[in-house]
């Protein structure tokens, strides 16, 4: 792991991003078809940074280990290395690891998330044209989630209900709570705190104004779970009365004081009931734009979410905090296609775009996304949707020049 000599660092004051004109950004490869469209991802990263900036501009990429490339090379699935150098410099683009089956592994992707405090997962979910949908109107969809990382149920406090620590919790259930509990009954702890509630908002909201956005929506599931979900909904709301008042407003207030209709320049910030909000982004979906949503909530919605666009392989995430930020397709491994030079590397070109925003390099960002949009358009694609399309599919070599040859002709 050599560092770049005229790179510099990427630093966090206050969750904004200060980007030094050459900084040094971590990657990892990843297993499976993860070498590959990684390779692809920085290729079409490099050219569009190289057209929007000229010289002025370079990212200096530095590899890291992890998952089956860290195994073998240092016997290590995730080697004190790379986590020295993810403390140390911050931002990733990370390719897909595979958690093996069995006892003793860890996942690295959860690792990271925790170690760089990456509490909010960010997926932007929008239809590109030329893509088979399930919908009729595949062209409304366009939103992005964001998923509380580090709270509720994924905090994995739970226990088997055979073993000692679930029959103290039982106990202490029926003795001073006056709770019946069945001896045969498993316990997980849902937590939802209020500090953790307000810090993913406030990147919600801070995201919604920097990008034009007209709604954020709270999805919770508090008629039930009215002290965690309900705590939520009601946590969200008074953070963003307290700190963007000028800013939004309500519902309830477009209703009572401007004949329902949002006011010119405001954010209309509402909030549903998740079941409910299964249903509405299938048949309403333009009514969605910012989905801001608790841990499990916003792990189903997202990958809801993703189905509505026709295929998953082309949407990419980020994992962000006031410090980091981890950028990655959101598929497997797909081991099957590994080395055989026909993945789709879209998803995770998409991460790089992301990312690119994040760092504020806008012009750059806005070359890969109209790359992709053209080659689809072109229907130049990857054997996933070229069948689809019925059209002669490129390899991912192929697909990648594609990419990088229109960025060029911008």
């Given at each position: 792991?050599?560092?770049?000599?005229?790179?510099k660092?990427?630093?966090?004051e206050?969750?904004?991003?200060?980007?030094?004109?050459?900084?040094?950004?971590?990657?990892?490869?990843?297993?499976g078809?993860?070498?590959?469209?990684?390779?692809?991802?920085?290729?079409?990263?490099?050219?569009?940074?190289?057209?929007?900036?000229?010289?002025?501009?370079?990212?200096?990429?530095?590899?890291?280990?992890?998952?089956?490339?860290?195994?073998?090379?240092?016997?290590?699935?995730?080697?004190?290395?790379?986590?020295?150098?993810?403390?140390?410099?911050?931002?990733?683009?990370?390719?897909?690891?595979?958690?093996?089956?069995?006892?003793?592994?860890?996942?690295?992707?959860?690792?990271?998330?925790?170690?760089?405090?990456?509490?909010?997962?960010?997926?932007?979910?929008?239809?590109?044209?030329?893509?088979?949908?399930?919908?009729?109107?595949?062209?409304?969809?366009?939103?992005?989630?964001?998923?509380?990382?580090?709270?509720?149920?994924?905090?994995?406090?739970?226990?088997?209900?055979?073993?000692?620590?679930?029959?103290?919790?039982?106990?202490?259930?029926?003795?001073?709570?006056?709770?019946?509990?069945?001896?045969d009954?498993?316990?997980?702890?849902?937590?939802?705190?209020?500090?953790?509630?307000?810090?993913i908002?406030?990147?919600?909201?801070?995201?919604?104004?920097?990008?034009?956005?007209?709604?954020?929506?709270?999805?919770?599931?508090?008629?039930?779970?009215?002290?965690?979900?309900?705590?939520?909904?009601?946590?969200?709301?008074?953070?963003?009365?307290?700190?963007?008042r000028?800013?939004?407003?309500?519902?309830?207030?477009?209703?009572?004081?401007?004949?329902?209709?949002?006011?010119?320049?405001?954010?209309?910030?509402?909030?549903?009931?998740?079941?409910?909000?299964?249903?509405?982004?299938?048949?309403?979906?333009?009514?969605?734009?910012?989905?801001?949503?608790?841990?499990v909530?916003?792990?189903?919605?997202?990958?809801?979410?993703?189905?509505?666009?026709?295929n998953?392989?082309?949407?990419?995430?980020?994992?962000?905090?006031?410090?980091?930020?981890?950028?990655?397709?959101?598929?497997?491994?797909?081991?099957?296609?590994?080395?055989?030079?026909?993945?789709?590397?879209?998803?995770?070109?998409?991460?790089?775009?992301?990312?690119?925003?994040?760092?504020?390099?806008?012009?750059?960002?806005?070359?890969?996304?109209?790359?992709?949009?053209?080659?689809?358009?072109?229907?130049?694609?990857?054997?996933?949707?070229?069948?689809?399309?019925?059209?002669?599919?490129?390899?991912?070599?192929?697909?990648?020049?594609?990419?990088?040859?229109?960025?060029?002709?911008?």
């Amino acid at each position: 792991m050599k560092t770049p000599e005229d790179g510099k660092k990427i630093t966090f004051e206050g969750g904004k991003w200060k980007v030094p004109d050459k900084p040094i950004i971590l990657y990892v490869e990843g297993d499976g078809i993860g070498p590959e469209i990684v390779s692809s991802a920085i290729k079409v990263i490099n050219a569009a940074v190289e057209k929007a900036y000229k010289s002025k501009r370079e990212i200096k990429w530095m590899e890291v280990l992890a998952g089956e490339k860290g195994e073998k090379v240092k016997g290590d699935r995730f080697p004190k290395e790379t986590q020295e150098a993810l403390l140390e410099y911050r931002v990733v683009l990370k390719g897909p690891l595979e958690t093996p089956i069995g006892k003793g592994w860890k996942s690295v992707n959860v690792a990271i998330r925790m170690m760089l405090d990456l509490y909010a997962n960010i997926r932007p979910v929008k239809y590109i044209e030329g893509i088979e949908s399930p919908l009729k109107e595949p062209q409304k969809v366009d939103m992005v989630i964001f998923r509380e990382n580090t709270d509720d149920l994924y905090r994995g406090i739970e226990y088997p209900y055979d073993t000692q620590e679930a029959k103290k919790i039982r106990d202490f259930m029926r003795r001073e709570l006056k709770v019946e509990v069945e001896d045969d009954t498993g316990i997980g702890i849902k937590l939802i705190s209020r500090f953790k509630t307000e810090r993913i908002t406030r990147m919600a909201m801070n995201y919604a104004i920097a990008h034009g956005r007209k709604k954020v929506t709270i999805m919770h599931k508090g008629n039930v779970m009215k002290y965690t979900e309900g705590a939520f909904r009601d946590w969200a709301y008074d953070l963003i009365k307290r700190e963007y008042r000028d800013k939004v407003v309500t519902e309830e207030e477009i209703s009572k004081q401007y004949n329902g209709q949002v006011p010119p320049g405001k954010i209309l910030v509402n909030d549903r009931i998740a079941d409910n909000m299964f249903q509405q982004i299938i048949t309403r979906p333009d009514e969605y734009d910012i989905i801001l949503a608790p841990n499990v909530n916003g792990d189903y919605i997202s990958d809801a979410a993703g189905a509505l666009v026709g295929n998953i392989g082309l949407l990419g995430g980020a994992n962000v905090g006031d410090s980091g930020g981890m950028f990655e397709a959101i598929h497997g491994t797909a081991p099957k296609y590994a080395g055989k030079n026909v993945a789709n590397p879209t998803g995770i070109i998409k991460s790089g775009e992301l990312m690119l925003r994040f760092m504020g390099w806008t012009e750059a960002a806005d070359l890969v996304e109209r790359s992709i949009l053209t080659a689809i358009s072109s229907r130049k694609v990857t054997q996933d949707i070229a069948r689809f399309m019925g059209v002669k599919p490129l390899t991912t070599s192929e697909y990648t020049n594609e990419l990088i040859n229109i960025i060029h002709t911008l």
